[in-house]
C-alpha cells in the first residue's frame, strides 16, 4: 500500500501561522509622529504574529476631502489586522487630534508631507518591515497615495478606493452658479487669513444647489449614512473656502504611470464626485496597475456589501502582492 509523505514541519509551521493570523486579536496604539511644523495623531494596529523578530508589513491609511479616521477607517484596519498586516491610520495635521491651525484645513501640499510622514514613521516601527510599506487612501487620498507612491520607489503596494484623479474634471461636474459661489466664499476666507480672521468656511457636503463642495443627489444622504454607520457625534462638516482655489489644480492621477510596484484603483461606477472615466483613464497608464469595478456611488463603498466585496478584492490583491508570510 502507498502512504503518501506526512506534512514537512516548515508546512506545518505555515499553517499554524495561518491559524494565529486568522485569530490575530486588535492590538491598538494611539501614536503620533512629527510632521512639518506639528504632529499627527494616529491608531498604530499590530497583528499578534507581528514581533521585532517576525516583521510584518505595514499600511499606511488615511481618508478623504475633510474626513477623520474615526470615519470608518477602523473597518478596514481591523479586517486587515485580521490577516496579519500591522495598520497605522492617522489623521492629517488640523484634523482630528492632530495639531494645527486654523482647525479643519484642507491643503494639498501639507497632507502629501504628511502622508510622507507617516510613511517614514511606519518604517521606524519595530515590528513593521520597512520594505513593505502598503499605502492605502480613498476619494480624495486615493490621489494622494498615487503622488506618494510615484515619488517614493520603495512603497510596496498601492490601494486607491474610489480615488480623487482629476480636480479640473470634477470641476466640471458642479453646477456652475455652486462652482461660483464657492469660488466666491474662497477669495473671501483668503482675505480673512491675510487679516488674520477667523476662516471663512463651506460646508463639506450639501444638498443639490447649496453651497457645498459636493452636492450632487446622492451625496448627502451617501455620506449621512456613512458618518451613522461610524457613531460620530462631534465631527465639523465645514473647512475653509481657500481650499477651492487648489482642487481644481489637482490632478494626481497624472502620477498613475510613475508608479513602478503594484497599484490597486477600487472604482465606482455610480462615482458623483470622482468621475469613473478619468480614473480608469488613468489607471491605465499604471506599469502595475490593477482595476477593479463596483456598482456603487462614492460614499456607498464604505457601508454594507459594497464594503464587503471591496474588502476582499483589496485583501486578495494585499496577499498576492505583499504577503504576510513569504
Known amino acids: 500500500m502507498h502512504c503518501s509523505p506526512g506534512p514537512t514541519t516548515a508546512q506545518i509551521n505555515d499553517e499554524l501561522r495561518r491559524a494565529d493570523m486568522a485569530e ?5 496604539q494611539d501614536v503620533r509622529f512629527f510632521s512639518g511644523d506639528g504632529e499627527c495623531q494616529a491608531w498604530l494596529y499590530l497583528p499578534t504574529v507581528a514581533t521585532v523578530f517576525t516583521r510584518v508589513p505595514i499600511i499606511v491609511m488615511a481618508h478623504g476631502f475633510g474626513g477623520i479616521k474615526e470615519m470608518g477607517l477602523d473597518k478596514y484596519a481591523e479586517r486587515f489586522v485580521k490577516r496579519g498586516y500591522a495598520c497605522l491610520v492617522f489623521d492629517y495635521r488640523h484634523f482630528g487630534a492632530s495639531s494645527g491651525e486654523p482647525r479643519e484645513l484642507i491643503d494639498v501640499d501639507r497632507e502629501l508631507e504628511d502622508y510622507r510622514s507617516a510613511v517614514a514613521y511606519a518604517r521606524t516601527v519595530p515590528e513593521a518591515d520597512p520594505d513593505r510599506v502598503v499605502l492605502w487612501g480613498t476619494s480624495f487620498a486615493g490621489g494622494h497615495v498615487t503622488v506618494t507612491a ?5 512603497i510596496a503596494a498601492t490601494i486607491a478606493q474610489c480615488p480623487f484623479t482629476d480636480g479640473f474634471a470634477a470641476g466640471k461636474r458642479m453646477p456652475f452658479f455652486t462652482l461660483l459661489r464657492l469660488m466666491g466664499r474662497a477669495v473671501q476666507d483668503w482675505c480673512a487669513a491675510r487679516r ?8 463639506v457636503v450639501g444638498e443639490p444647489g447649496e453651497v457645498a463642495v459636493m452636492t450632487a443627489p446622492d451625496s448627502k444622504p451617501g455620506f449621512d449614512l456613512l458618518i451613522a454607520d461610524s457613531g ?3 465631527w465639523r462638516s465645514q473647512v475653509p473656502a481657500r481650499v477651492m482655489f487648489q482642487v481644481p489644480r489637482y490632478i494626481p492621477g497624472r502620477r498613475a504611470k510613475d508608479v513602478r510596484t503594484p497599484i490597486l484603483f ?3 461606477d455610480g462615482d458623483s464626485v470622482t468621475p469613473s472615466g478619468e480614473t480608469d483613464r488613468y489607471a491605465a497608464q499604471a506599469v502595475h496597475g490593477e482595476v477593479r469595478h463596483y456598482r456603487a456611488g462614492h460614499f456607498d463603498i464604505y457601508v454594507g456589501e459594497p464594503f464587503e466585496t471591496v474588502i476582499r ?14
Open 150 to 154: 510615484a515619488d517614493d520607489p520603495r
Open 266 to 268: 477600487c472604482i465606482c
Open 24 to 28: 490575530a486579536t486588535t492590538a491598538r
Open 196 to 203: 488674520g480672521k477667523e476662516p471663512v468656511r463651506v460646508e
Open 232 to 234: 460620530l457625534t462631534n
Open 313 to 326: 478584492d483589496q485583501i486578495r490583491f494585499l496577499e498576492r502582492n505583499v504577503p504576510v508570510v513569504g
